[in-house]
C-alpha cells in the first residue's frame, strides 16, 4: 500500500513494546502471506535498538503478528528516518498494544484484529496514557474502526476499504479540541479540569480565559493587558475591564474619586468631596455629582 510505502506517520505498529502474549496465535504460522513484513519488521526493531528504544526481545514476532495480512511490499528502509521520526512509530507502537488491551475488556472485540486495524491505520494521536483516561464508552467508536479495519485486512488485504476519514475520537491536542468549560490534559490529551488559565487558551477566542476551579471560562479581562483605552485595568473579581480600581487610578481634578460600586472616576461620593468653598457643597450621592 502507499501509505505503508511512503508515509513516516502509517508504518506505525512496526514493533509491540509489550509483551503480546494474550493476543494469541503464532507469529509465524502457515496462515500467514508474507507480503514483504516480515523483513520490514526486521528492519524497524534493529532501528529501534539502534536509536536506544528500549524493545521488547519478541519485538520482530510481534510486529509481524500485528500486520500479519497487510501489504507491506516496497516499504522504505528504516534507515532513511531519523531517530525522532522513528521515535513517534515506537510510541504508537506502546498506543496500540494498551489500546487492544482494554479494547478486549470493553466489548466483544477481537484484540488480534484490534493490533493488526490500528497498526494498519493511522492514529492521529498516539499517547498510550489516553487510554486509562477514557471510558469504555469513550474508547468503543475506535475499537470498532481498528476491528472493522482488522476484519477487511483478513479478508481482502485493504484495510482502507469503506472507512471514513480520520477522527479524534474525543482527544485532544490544545485547548481548542475542547468543549467549554474543559481544557486539554496534555499528559493525557484528554479533555478535562483545568489547572491554570494557560491551560484554557484558544486560538480563535476572541476574548481571553480564566481557569477557575477546574473550568475554562470566557471573560473580558485576566490582566490589564486584555483592556483597552478609557477602561485599561482588569477588576480582579468580576474580571471586568473598569475605569479605576483607587483614587489614583482617577487623575482628573473634576473626577477625582473612584467609585467603588461601578469601578467609575466620579466627581464626589460625599459632601466632603465637594468643601471647595462654593455653594455647591453637597453631594447627590445618585449622580454623584456636587449640588446645592
Known amino acids: 500500500m502507499a501509505f505503508l510505502r511512503y508515509s513516516t506517520s502509517s508504518f506505525l505498529l512496526l514493533c509491540l513494546v509489550q509483551c503480546t502474549s494474550q493476543s494469541g496465535g503464532d507469529a509465524d504460522d502457515d496462515s500467514h502471506v508474507d507480503r514483504g513484513c516480515l523483513t520490514m519488521c526486521d528492519d524497524r526493531c534493529d532501528a529501534f535498538v539502534g536509536c536506544g528504544f528500549a524493545v521488547s526481545a519478541a519485538c520482530a514476532d510481534d510486529c509481524k503478528r500485528s500486520l ?3 501489504d507491506c511490499r516496497g516499504f522504505r528502509p528504516a534507515d532513511q528516518y531519523t531517530c525522532g521520526e522513528l521515535e513517534s512509530v515506537h510510541e504508537c507502537a506502546a498506543y496500540c498494544t494498551e489500546f487492544c ?19 494498519y491505520g493511522e492514529p492521529d494521536i498516539c499517547n ?15 475499537a ?18 469503506g472507512f471514513s476519514d480520520y477522527t479524534d475520537y474525543g ?10 468549560p474543559d481544557a486539554c490534559d496534555l499528559a493525557t490529551n484528554t479533555c478535562g479540569a483545568c489547572v491554570q488559565s494557560s491551560d484554557c487558551e484558544r486560538l480563535l477566542g476572541i476574548n481571553p480565559y480564566l481557569c477557575s476551579n477546574g473550568q475554562c471560562l470566557e471573560v473580558d479581562c485576566v ?31 473634576y473626577l477625582s474619586e473612584c467609585d467603588p460600586e461601578s469601578s467609575k472616576c466620579v466627581e464626589c461620593l460625599n459632601d466632603s468631596h465637594c468643601d471647595d468653598g462654593t455653594s455647591f457643597d453637597r453631594c447627590d450621592t445618585g449622580t454623584h455629582h456636587c449640588v446645592q
Open 68 to 70: 500479519k495480512h497487510a
Open 223 to 253: 490582566t490589564d493587558a486584555d483592556c483597552g483605552i478609557g477602561f485599561r485595568l482588569c477588576q480582579p473579581s468580576t474580571h471586568t475591564c473598569v475605569e479605576c480600581l483607587s483614587n489614583a487610578d482617577c487623575p482628573s481634578t
Open 101 to 119: 488491551v482494554w479494547a478486549s475488556a470493553c466489548g466483544s472485540f477481537d484484540q488480534q484484529l484490534c493490533l493488526e486495524g490500528c497498526s
Open 144 to 161: 470498532r474502526t481498528y476491528d472493522d479495519r482488522g476484519r477487511s485486512l483478513q479478508d481482502s488485504g485493504l484495510g482502507y476499504a
Open 171 to 180: 482527544l485532544c491536542r490544545d485547548a481548542d479540541d475542547c468543549e467549554l
Open 128 to 142: 498510550p496514557a489516553s487510554v486509562a483516561a477514557r471510558t469504555c464508552d469513550e474508547l468503543k467508536p475506535e
